[in-house]
């Protein structure tokens, strides 16, 4: 049935090939009008995001495909105690979508560039999904940036050998064969977007028609195509961190949705073994985005977790 699925996807690609839409920047954000939309030029492309609060410089990284709006339910409870950046990585969201090679590399020297350009010299950073990859990518390749990890069912180095549900097991199947990997990304729909989504979550009922919308009105976007793809194609290079991951000497930690149907627990599991002094928080009623699903206990989680180790600072 999926297999069915994807193949009539492709077939209607060609149908829909000229459905994308140019990128229009919200004069608002509609999901929380307190907050304020800016942006920042990076190596000549703009980039979206929204900062708020006073203190200790805090990032906020999303996952593969999505936007700032997943942290939508963290940005006003830790921006009470710190200085919250939330951000659509290059390629996402509202920001620009230049057709590069996205490479884990790619997005790690872009949340470095973020920094740079926002005058960030080290931040907390908190990342879910691919959004977790970058930070630990981050705090290997830029160690110094990264004063804490919160790492929310991120992915592990060896992504595609660990992903385990449907939608994207059958990317990772189709990935080497580039026209029909393209074609089944370009021709997403409503439908396909809902049954993404719903793989996210353990609760269904929270995937209303108009989370559905907000996020398939990103993907209409023109170049969303090229850049999942693209991800998709270079998700193979993270494998080549794996043995540094050890190496990571940030206070760590992991979040993970007891029923992630993406990365299952284990996941998570093997991942905060391998990094020295991490500590490891099962939500058992979340599924791959548990911040977005359970905040108040996520939430209090950070909250408690970056609160503990400010006690041991100098």
């Avoid at 996807?9 to 307190?34: H, Q, Y």
């Avoid at 410089?57 to 710190?82: C, D, F, R, T």
């Avoid at 190496?247 to 992991?254: E, G, H, K, T």
């Avoid at 979040?255 to 905060?272: A, N, Q, R, T, Y």
Wanted: charged share 20%; aromatic share 10%; glycine share 8%.
């Amino acid at each position: 049935m999926i297999r069915l699925r994807w193949i009539v996807s492709a077939l209607l690609a060609p149908f829909l090939w000229g459905r994308g839409i140019p990128v229009v920047r919200p004069s608002r954000i509609d999901w929380d009008p307190s907050l304020s939309p800016q942006t920042i030029e990076i190596k000549g492309h703009t980039i979206f995001y929204t900062a708020k609060g006073e203190g200790k410089p805090l990032l906020l990284i999303h996952g593969y495909g999505a936007g700032m709006w997943v942290w939508e339910k963290q940005i006003n409870v830790l921006s009470q105690s710190y200085r919250v950046y939330a951000l659509d990585l290059i390629g996402h969201g509202f920001s620009d979508r230049p057709k590069i090679p996205y490479t884990p590399e790619t997005y790690i020297h872009f949340l470095n560039d973020f920094m740079d350009e926002a005058g960030i010299e080290k931040a907390i950073v908190i990342g879910n999904s691919m959004g977790g990859g970058i930070a630990w990518g981050t705090a290997i390749f830029h160690p110094e940036r990264v004063d804490r990890l919160v790492l929310i069912d991120c992915v592990p180095p060896d992504v595609l050998q660990q992903v385990k549900n449907e939608s994207f097991r059958t990317l990772a199947v189709i990935k080497d064969i580039p026209i029909l990997a393209y074609l089944a990304i370009a021709a997403r729909g409503k439908y396909s977007m809902k049954w993404a989504l719903l793989e996210c979550v353990s609760d269904i009922k929270r995937i209303t028609p108009e989370v559905v919308d907000r996020q398939y009105q990103l993907s209409r976007i023109k170049g969303t195509t090229w850049v999942l793809y693209s991800t998709l194609r270079h998700a193979k290079e993270a494998l080549k961190l794996k043995d540094q991951l050890p190496m990571i000497r940030q206070p760590s930690l992991f979040i993970w949705g007891g029923k992630d149907l993406i990365f299952p627990p284990h996941v998570g599991e093997v991942l905060h073994q391998t990094v020295p002094g991490s500590k490891f928080l099962r939500v058992e009623e979340s599924g791959h985005i548990p911040m977005w699903e359970t905040p108040d206990k996520v939430n209090r989680a950070i909250l408690d977790f970056l609160q503990e180790w400010k006690s041991h600072e100098p």
